[in-house]
């Protein structure tokens, strides 16, 4: 086991093929504040902090070194940050008003060798409704993911939800997938496929889950 500056307190969250670890270093112990860092060797690159940021971390990284940074501020407010060639640029996804990038921290954002991003789009007042989107910060072109054809018949789920979870060198873009039909009766769990030509699944692997059954079962423990 090699350990990265010994002394220095941080953390890792990501590596890439050249060895980079994406993380971050403790800046605060009392407050429990990070500032986001590369650990190359024994060299650390701190990311220069976004105006008013009080922490932040590396949450993605390919192998040229470009990161993704999860910066927050003072009031909880969360920016996405790229970090290429020494220079730090807050993305703008491009979202219809109301829409918002779901937390990184629980759905994780990828980020190819060609610097395009996957990730995962939330819907206000639905909590349960996800859907994921591939964006290019070259063009500033932001595509969402379609949800895959239902596999029972009637064709139409009462709700569904598709996550952008990770991305390869081709752009294609893989998540899980859940649609629920019959209010709620059984749900249908899926690994999603996005074609990086289209916004279509391309393949899933399915799996059907009874949740009356659950329902059932729950109730009877709880008795």
């Not at 953390?11 to 270093?25: F, Y």
């Not at 249908?188 to 074609?195: K, Y």
Request: charge should be positive.
């Amino acid at each position: 086991m090699t350990v990265l500056q010994p002394g220095l307190p941080g953390n890792a969250r990501v590596i890439n093929e050249r060895g980079t670890i994406g993380g971050s270093v403790l800046t605060d112990t009392v407050n429990n504040f990070e500032q986001a860092a590369l650990y190359r060797g024994d060299q650390v690159e701190l990311i220069p902090r976004q105006t008013g940021e009080v922490t932040s971390f590396v949450i993605g990284l390919n192998d040229s070194d470009t990161a993704l940074v999860l910066s927050i501020d003072a009031l909880a407010r969360r920016t996405v940050v790229l970090f290429s060639n020494g220079q730090a640029t807050p993305l703008d996804f491009g979202l219809a008003p109301g829409l918002t990038v779901a937390d990184p921290l629980l759905f994780p954002l990828g980020i190819n060798n060609q610097g395009i991003v996957s990730g995962t789009i939330r819907f206000p007042g639905d909590p349960i409704k996800y859907q994921g989107f591939r964006f290019d910060p070259r063009s500033g072109e932001t595509n969402l993911l379609l949800y895959p054809p239902s596999p029972i018949f009637p064709p139409t789920p009462v709700f569904q939800s598709a996550l952008g979870i990770g991305i390869n060198n081709s752009a294609r873009v893989v998540g899980p997938v859940f649609q629920a039909f019959s209010n709620l009766d059984f749900i249908v769990s899926s690994v999603g496929v996005w074609d990086h030509k289209a916004g279509a699944c391309t393949r899933s692997h399915r799996a059907i889950v009874r949740l009356v059954g659950l329902r059932a079962r729950a109730s009877r423990r709880l008795l």
